[in-house]
Structure formats: structure tokens, C-alpha cells
């Protein structure tokens, strides 16, 4: 168990480092990582991400690891960028639910209202009303 720790460290050291240095504004990963949030969140019953995390099961745990591969793989295969960086974020997200060690906290405190933030400007992207088109 300490090796799958440390691994968990390492990987959520890197992603605060990427997101905190840039990476993190980017608005296609921004729109993707709240796309796909705010879909399992309502496809479970659970009213956002956090209340996923928090209510997930083991089962349920599993079976979001296992989407998160099996989609992460199709989507290298075409490419996607950054649809594999918004699985990854959210994974290590939902492993970092059973994470207890107290110096984790701020990374995973940080990671949980970036993947909020990405949900809330992703529907507020998504209800947006187009403008009508002009006629020339």
C-alpha cells in the first residue's frame, strides 16, 4: 500500500504543478473536465462531482476507474489530448477520496474547486444563448 501512496504523490504533485503552472487555464480542458464531471455526476444521481466522490461505492469506485481507462485509451487512439488530461484530473480526483494523509490536503482541496469551477463555467458555457446569425 505505501508504494501506491507514494505513486499517488508523485502524480498529484505533478498535476498541481502542470495546472498551477498554465495548464490549468486552458479552456478546451477546463470545458472537458467540467463536461464530463457534471455527466457521470448526473448519470449516478449525484447533484455535482463531489457528491459522487462522496457517495461512490466501492463497486461504483471500480467501475469509474475502469471507464476512465478503457476511455482514456480510445481517446489516445484518436488523439484527444485533452479528453485523456480531463479523465486523468478527474481520477486522481476520485483516488484522492481515500487519501488520508493531512499533507495532501491543500492538492486535493485545490483539485476538487478546480473540477467545480470547470463544471459551473461548463454549464454556464453550455446554456448559453447563441446570438441570432446576421443577415448580409
Avoid at 91 to 116: H, K, N
Amino acid at each position: 500500500m505505501e508504494e501506491r501512496d507514494a505513486i499517488f504523490r508523485d502524480k498529484l504533485t505533478a498535476l498541481m504543478t502542470d495546472l498551477n503552472g498554465g495548464e490549468g487555464r486552458d479552456k478546451k480542458l477546463r470545458r472537458t473536465i467540467g463536461a464530463y464531471s457534471d455527466k457521470l455526476a448526473q448519470e449516478a444521481g449525484a447533484k455535482d462531482w463531489g457528491d459522487l466522490k462522496e457517495r461512490a461505492d466501492g463497486s461504483t469506485y471500480d467501475s469509474l476507474l475502469r471507464f476512465f481507462q478503457r476511455q482514456t485509451e480510445t481517446m489516445q487512439k484518436h488523439g484527444d489530448h485533452e479528453g485523456v488530461r480531463a479523465l486523468e484530473i478527474l481520477a486522481v480526483s476520485l483516488i484522492a477520496r481515500r487519501q488520508y494523509a493531512e499533507d495532501l490536503l491543500p492538492g486535493i482541496t485545490f483539485l476538487d474547486r478546480y473540477i467545480a469551477e470547470c463544471a459551473r463555467n461548463a454549464r454556464k458555457f453550455g446554456a448559453q444563448i447563441l446570438p441570432p446569425a446576421s443577415r448580409h
